[in-house]
């Protein structure tokens, strides 16, 4: 991945590809074919393990979806936004200007995204890391076409929820200061679109010993998160015909819960969990 790091940071500073490719619906193939090379990457020995990217709004999910499926495919998960606030968190002159512009919800530059990417990619180099599961990049078609150039990507997934549910999430987040898990007190229930169900969603709650030590992100307020849906919007959106043009995009609604969609999500890509059973009842 040292050499995808290299590459990445040089295609950073050329000029923007043309893309001239024309829409086409993904169909199941494209989930089988990347199924296989995820069955194939297990195999440490064929040198090789998948190259995917998680898609969707801010709080639809990315994270908690793309590191089960990193444990189960024995992948790193690498999230831009773990790398963000792994920089926040350290004192100095960037940190400050990274603050600046995350809690006015903005997204950050190409090029600091790209610095942290590589960054992380040469660390997982020097541990002998092959493949990974992108969460949080590509935001951009420049990005896109800066990841196209340098690596082929099998699949890019999807997420997609309703925005008033998206909204309920993002406000419901919380951290434990102490461990680092991830909460969400939000409890959703809301009437289905155009006659449909319930969507109801139960709050992912902290153990006991978790409770006091809950923190909210400074940027998880009702002001900033709709900023960053309309941003999304506006930028990201494109990505996703991006590679729906490329016959690489899976696109998963979901439908309720993590309970629920986690198999449903793994039938979509056409793989077999040995502890399903366990992990959807985490």
């Excluded at 950073?12 to 193939?29: D, L, P």
């Excluded at 493949?131 to 997420?159: H, M, S, W, Y």
């Excluded at 919007?233 to 996703?240: A, I, T, Y």
């Amino acid at each position: 991945m040292a050499a995808i790091s290299r590459a990445i940071r040089s295609c950073a500073t050329a000029s923007r590809w043309n893309m001239a490719a024309s829409s086409k619906e993904v169909g199941a193939g494209v989930a089988r074919a990347a199924a296989a090379a995820a069955r194939r990457g297990r195999d440490r020995e064929d040198g090789r393990r998948v190259q995917w990217v998680f898609l969707g709004c801010p709080g639809v999910g990315k994270g908690t979806y793309a590191s089960r499926l990193s444990q189960m495919l024995r992948v790193p998960h690498i999230a831009t936004g773990d790398l963000v606030r792994d920089t926040l968190a350290c004192p100095g002159p960037f940190s400050k200007q990274l603050a600046e512009i995350v809690n006015h919800g903005k997204l950050l530059s190409d090029e600091i995204i790209i610095n942290l990417l590589s960054k992380r990619l040469e660390e997982g180099e020097e541990k002998g890391e092959l493949g990974f599961i992108l969460d949080g990049f590509p935001r951009t078609i420049r990005q896109a076409e800066i990841l196209e150039g340098v690596t082929g990507i099998d699949l890019a997934i999807n997420l997609k929820l309703r925005e008033e549910v998206l909204l309920a999430k993002c406000l419901g987040r919380r951290m434990c200061s102490q461990c680092g898990g991830n909460f969400n007190v939000a409890s959703i229930d809301i009437e289905g679109e155009n006659g449909g169900p319930r969507m109801c969603m139960p709050p992912l709650l902290p153990p006991p010993q978790c409770e006091s030590k809950l923190i909210t992100r400074p940027d998880d307020t009702e002001e900033v998160v709709k900023e960053r849906l309309c941003v999304y919007h506006d930028l990201s959106e494109p990505v996703e015909e991006f590679y729906r043009a490329r016959g690489k995009l899976l696109e998963f609604n979901l439908p309720v819960g993590l309970p629920e969609s986690w198999p449903k999500l793994l039938q979509a890509l056409n793989l077999e969990d040995p502890g399903n059973e366990r992990s959807a009842a985490a």
